[in-house]
């Protein structure tokens, strides 16, 4: 596959950092070394020798002197080594891609940072790309940097409808999207996850149009319907598939560790992407991810995920029954198949700006205007976001009360206007 056609003019301008090419090379030596190139700071000056992290059943993850000689200086761009050797076989073992061979791994500071790279090497100013609609704001506010066109594709309780998709598509016209953006388990905002019948008819419509899938899938692990769901990426025969995990659903939000898989030179782009700004992930907290994928192995790994998955179900199943008791009639919803979010339409409101900033922020409740997770947040829009992701059963009750409360009181208002 011609990759050439999907670099931005800026990706097509990145050259390597001529000292982290060095690094990365004398690092795979077998043979001892005397290094005289770029300015490593001696570690033996650092102030910090060892750590230990204890977790919540009480084993510790010891990070001795000499690995922490390797966690206090300057690493690889791709990531730590031995991380990214867990990380190829851990997709190895969810997704048995098809080109496994032809596919690469780089460690990110998060999916967001991976995500607004990715639109860096794919995106020039006014390039169209399509992306599933309702979305996370956070990946509109990444990609708008790069003055793209985005192209909302419609969806329904299955995510992205391939039939408006190909309308879509065709309505490009002289200028087509070479780029798609999907959130396929889980939605963010929506809840929604993609069958996968229906991710196989969105994959054959890529490779029709030569689309390259952007597969964004945080909440791949806190999907209530199935335990590992079909990916993308396993499907990718051609490979037109990049892949962005997270460990801040799992481990750690403010870890800041994420990874990107796919085809070799699209992941190579990145990685000079990273030599040239950051220089790489914080080797500490890879490290710390590495050390516990070494503890735990795969399976106790999965183990841990599918705990939480069932933590999240209770709390899912807890703002069901108070959105029943507080909301029936007021709005409508359908029940999030994973993640952490209800995706509520409040009826007999055009938007829900002033209901969401002033009315419930007022009375103490926090949750997010449905607006921010459209393409043309300008349009009135009559959602909102909850999240049933920290609030205990007592504050959703109390908080979907007061909702209700500021719901009635707002559509009063609006027929006064």
């Known amino acids: 596959m011609d990759y050439g056609r999907f670099f931005s003019q800026v990706a097509l301008r990145r050259e390597p950092s001529a000292v982290s090419t060095l690094r990365d090379k004398a690092a795979d030596k077998k043979t001892p070394i005397i290094w005289l190139g770029g300015g490593l700071p001696n570690p033996s000056l650092f102030p910090i020798q060892d750590a230990t992290v204890t977790l919540k059943n009480g084993e510790k993850l010891i990070i001795g002197k000499e690995l922490m000689v390797k966690v ?3 690493s690889s761009s791709k990531g730590f080594p031995p991380l990214v050797q867990q990380l190829q076989q851990l997709t190895e073992d969810l997704h048995q891609p098809p080109r496994m061979c032809e596919t690469g791994v780089v460690v990110t500071m ?13 995106l020039n100013p006014g390039d169209p790309i399509i992306v599933q609609e309702p979305l996370f704001s956070g990946i509109i506010s990444a990609l708008l ?4 066109k985005l192209i909302p594709a419609a969806t329904d309780d299955e995510g992205i409808v391939p039939s408006l998709l190909r309308e879509t598509l065709a309505r490009c016209g002289d200028c087509p999207a070479k780029v798609m953006y999907v959130n396929p388990t889980a939605n963010n905002p929506t809840g929604v996850s993609m069958s996968e019948a229906r991710l196989r008819e969105i994959y054959d ?3 029709e149009y030569n689309i390259i899938i952007l597969e964004d899938d945080p909440y791949y692990f806190i999907n209530f319907v199935e335990d590992l769901p079909t990916s993308f990426l396993k499907l990718d025969t051609e490979g037109r598939v990049l892949r962005f995990d997270s460990f ?6 403010g870890i800041r560790l994420g990874y990107v898989t796919g085809p070799q030179p699209l992941i190579d782009i990145m ?3 990273i030599m040239s700004s950051v220089g790489h992930a914080s080797t500490l907290a890879q490290v710390v991810v590495s050390e516990l994928l070494n503890k735990w192995g795969h399976q106790e790994y999965l183990n841990h995920v599918y705990s939480l998955r069932e933590e999240y179900r209770k709390k899912r199943d807890v703002m069901q029954k108070a959105a029943e008791k507080h909301l029936a009639g007021l709005c409508e919803w359908k029940l999030p198949s994973g993640g952490m979010f209800f995706w509520i339409k409040v009826l007999g ?7 969401i900033n002033e009315a419930a922020t007022r009375v103490g409740v926090v949750a997010m205007p449905g607006c921010y997770f459209v393409v043309r ?17 007592e504050e959703v009750d109390r908080a979907f009360y007061l909702l209700a409360e500021v719901i009635r009181e707002e559509k009063l208002q609006s027929k006064k206007e």
Not at 113 to 122: E, P, T
Not at 349 to 355: F, G, M, S
């Open 72 to 74: 206090l200086q300057y």
């Open 377 to 393: 947040r300008e349009e009135p829009c009559p959602y909102i976001r909850v999240t049933y992701s920290v609030a205990s059963p």
């Open 110 to 122: 998060g999916s967001i940072n991976a995500l607004s790279m990715a639109g860096n090497m794919l």
């Open 248 to 253: 801040s659903k799992t481990v750690s939000a």
């Open 349 to 355: 409101l055009e938007d829900t700006q002033r209901l």
């Open 271 to 273: 990685t000079v992407d």
């Open 205 to 207: 419509i890529a490779c």
């Open 145 to 148: 940097p790069y003055g793209p």
